[in-house]
């Protein structure tokens, strides 16, 4: 089974950048398609972004395009996402998602990590 641990939330002022950070437990984690929701306080959980197990694929929410890079270490069995340029509607909980299938990593992830919270200031 895999299991997901986000780091790297934190506060963070307007037009700053944030790294986050997801950690795998399984090997069998490299296989996987990994990515990202978030979900703000009274709001729906929303796909920002995934990559595909080789990295060969990436997708990204219009909101976060330009902004946000998605990136994996598969010999680290970790996904990365760098956020610049944030903005006060960033603020949310970040969720790293993992998922058998690339194509319908937006629709039903497998697996899911705890949570890390984004605070953007303005």
């Known amino acids: 089974q895999v299991r997901l641990v986000e780091s790297g939330g934190g506060l963070v002022q307007a037009g700053g950048s944030l790294r986050l950070s997801c950690a795998a437990s399984a090997r069998t984690s490299s296989s996987y398609a990994m990515g990202w929701f978030r979900q703000a306080p009274g709001k729906e959980r929303e796909f920002v972004t995934v990559?595909?197990?080789?990295?060969?694929?990436?997708l990204y929410a219009d909101s976060v395009k330009g902004r946000f890079t998605i990136s994996r270490d598969n010999a680290k069995n970790a996904v990365s996402l760098q956020m610049n340029s944030l903005k006060p509607e960033d603020t949310a909980v970040y969720y790293c998602?993992?998922?058998?299938?690339?194509?319908?990593?937006?629709?039903?992830?497998?697996?899911w990590g705890q949570g890390t919270q984004v605070t953007v200031s303005s």
């Open positions: 998602a993992a998922s058998t299938s690339y194509s319908a990593f937006k629709s039903r992830p497998a697996y």
């Open positions: 990559i595909s197990w080789n990295g060969g694929g990436t």
